[in-house]
C-alpha cells in the first residue's frame, strides 16, 4: 500500500499547489513556463504553414487550438497568482528582495514581461476575433489580408517577446538559489 503522503502534490512549504519541475514555482507556474516551449514553435509552425505553404485552414485551425489553450491557461494562472502569490517562492532567490519586490532584479524582470504580455493578450484577442469575422470560411486570402499580415506579425512577435521575457522571470524568481 502507498502511504498517504504519495499523494500528496508537491509540499506545504509555500501556499498553493507546488509544480512538478523541481524548482519552486507552483504548479500553474509550471504548466504554463512549459506550455510557451509548445506554443512558441506551433506558431511557428503556423505561420509556415500560411505563408509558405498557404495551408490557410491548418493555420486557422492551430489558431484557434492554440487561442484557446492560452486562453485557458491564463485564467488559470491569475487564478493561482492571485490568490497565493509567488512572493514566497521567490524569496530565497538572490535576485528577489520583498521589501523592494518591484526594484529587484526579479521584480524588473515581471515588470518587462507583463508590458509584453499584456499588450500581447489584448492584440491576440483581437487578431483572432478579426480573422474569424472578416476571412471568409474556409478561410483564404481576402482584403482582410493587408491588416491581419501586419498585426499577425504584431502578435507572434509579441508571443515570442511574452514567452522569452517569462522564461527570465521564472528562472530569476524560483530557480535562482543563493546557497
Ligand atoms: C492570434 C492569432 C493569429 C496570428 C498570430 C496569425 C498570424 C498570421 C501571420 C503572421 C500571417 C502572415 C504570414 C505571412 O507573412 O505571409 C497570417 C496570415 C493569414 N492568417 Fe493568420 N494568424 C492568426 C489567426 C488567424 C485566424 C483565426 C485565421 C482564420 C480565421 C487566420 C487566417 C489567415 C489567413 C487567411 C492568412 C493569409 C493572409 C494572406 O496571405 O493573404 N489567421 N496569420
Known amino acids: 500500500m502507498f502511504a498517504p503522503q504519495t499523494f500528496i502534490l508537491g509540499d506545504t512549504t509555500y501556499p498553493g499547489l507546488s509544480g512538478f519541475l523541481g524548482s519552486r514555482g507552483s504548479l500553474m ?42 486562453l485557458v491557461a491564463v485564467v488559470l494562472f491569475e487564478l493561482d497568482i492571485r490568490i497565493n502569490g509567488w512572493e514566497h517562492r521567490a524569496a530565497p532567490s538572490p535576485y528577489f528582495d520583498a521589501a523592494h519586490k518591484w526594484t529587484s532584479p526579479a521584480g ?17 484577442i483581437v487578431v483572432v476575433a478579426r480573422a474569424l469575422r472578416n476571412f471568409p470560411r474556409p478561410p483564404h486570402p481576402a482584403a482582410h489580408s493587408r491588416w491581419h499580415t501586419r498585426y499577425g506579425w504584431a502578435a507572434a512577435i509579441g508571443m515570442l517577446l511574452t514567452a522569452l521575457t517569462g522564461w527570465l522571470f521564472y528562472y530569476l524568481a524560483f530557480i535562482a538559489s543563493s546557497s
Open 29 to 70: 507556474l509550471d504548466v504554463v513556463f512549459l506550455a510557451m516551449f509548445i506554443v512558441v514553435p506551433v506558431l511557428a509552425v503556423s505561420i509556415y504553414l500560411v505563408k509558405i505553404r498557404h495551408r490557410y485552414d491548418l493555420h486557422k485551425k492551430l489558431q484557434l487550438v492554440m487561442a484557446s489553450v492560452l
Open 108 to 124: 524588473i524582470s515581471l515588470a518587462i514581461h507583463l508590458s509584453f504580455a499584456i499588450p500581447t493578450l489584448l492584440l491576440w
